[in-house]
């Protein structure tokens, strides 16, 4: 079923193509000159965590794979630039976002924008500053114990910090997204497969690109991952649906089925088929919400008629008609079986 509501642009799809494309543009340029800035900086910055990591006084950290320690140098700017882009990437997200997007949706995205750079910032900090420190310093105490003389990589140890900070990345965003969208009431039971075949997909195609030289990590990585995931947005994906909605089946002449929704407004006295027959959604002709609401159950139900009862205000119908011309709509039709 297309839908064309009324706050939406009646531009072009390759308008809007040129538009991600510009802006795209825009975030790729400051990216690469924000990096630049970052990798002429970097070696002060590794030093900082090396001496943080360095579980040892004495002399046990080494250089191994200097070509390694070079890739780490581009990554790492790399990643610092994007944290330093965040204001500016939701920018150009919300901006390009917010005209097509409904009233519970402006709310999502705007909670997932504020949500997920905040707990990235904490959790980051937590895990690079507080707990990685304390793990190296218990496994060298342990190596200590066992006799062993140890000698450490210093490329290991960043970079096993920075496998980390990706995989709770990942998790932060996603989490996000899923919790946000059961917070602001588009997620629930009813579609929480369609979330997940949506941000799981996203994940593991991350996931997987990230860890691609290491196949079996890769993909154990991946799974853990998205059962992280599953397992913090449970509560939402659980939830029962705001509306218990009942197609009503129905046979043609030819043998084709029709299906129907029977909503019931409520706004004026009048006949309805009862209760356990209707979808409710009291004064659904007045409240925008509503009226998104209802918008979104046409599209994952892909009913054929509806039959609105209990209502006096066709303007609202006749718009919605308008919008959806593959939608056939009555207005108390069934009033004389009163």
Not at 94 to 122: D, Q, V, Y
């Amino acid at each position: 079923m297309n839908l064309h509501l009324n706050g939406d642009s009646s531009a072009r799809i390759s308008t809007h193509t040129n538009e991600l494309i510009a802006r795209s543009g825009i975030l790729i340029f400051v990216w690469v000159l924000v990096t630049i800035t970052w990798l002429l900086n970097i070696d002060r910055l590794l030093e900082f965590f090396v001496a943080i990591f360095n579980p040892c006084s004495d002399n046990c950290l080494n250089l191994y794979n200097p070509e390694k320690w070079s890739e780490l140098r581009w990554i790492i700017a790399g990643f610092l630039s994007l944290i330093c882009m965040i204001p500016i990437i939701n920018l150009q997200i919300w901006s390009f976002s917010k005209p097509g997007l409904t009233t519970s949706e402006k709310k999502m995205l705007r909670l997932i924008l504020i949500l997920a750079p905040l707990l990235f910032l904490l959790t980051s900090y937590l895990t690079i500053a507080e707990l990685l420190p304390k793990f190296y310093s218990i496994g060298h105490d342990i190596h200590t114990d066992y006799g062993f003389v140890a000698k450490y990589d210093a490329v290991s140890l960043i970079y096993f910090a920075m496998t980390i900070l990706w995989i709770q990345t990942l998790v932060i965003v996603s989490s996000s997204v899923m919790i946000c969208g059961g917070l602001t009431g588009n997620l629930d039971s009813s579609n929480a497969n369609w979330w997940r075949w949506r941000v799981y997909s996203f994940t593991s195609l991350v996931s997987i690109l990230s860890h691609y030289d290491k196949t079996t990590n890769g993909l154990l990585i991946t799974l853990l991952t998205i059962l992280v995931v599953e397992l913090i947005s449970r509560p939402w994906t659980s939830k029962k649906p705001k509306y218990d909605v009942v197609l009503q089946n129905s046979f043609t002449t030819d043998g084709e089925v029709i299906s129907t929704i029977n909503l019931l407004c409520g706004c004026t006295d009048g006949y309805f088929p009862g209760e356990d027959q209707c979808l409710s959604i009291p004064n659904v002709c007045k409240n925008i919400t509503s009226q998104e609401d209802f918008i979104k159950i046409l599209v994952d139900k892909k009913p054929h008629r509806v039959k609105i009862y209990r209502c006096n205000n066709t303007s609202v119908w006749n718009n919605l008609s308008n919008i959806s011309h593959d939608l056939e709509i009555t207005i108390n039709s069934d009033n004389s079986a009163a």
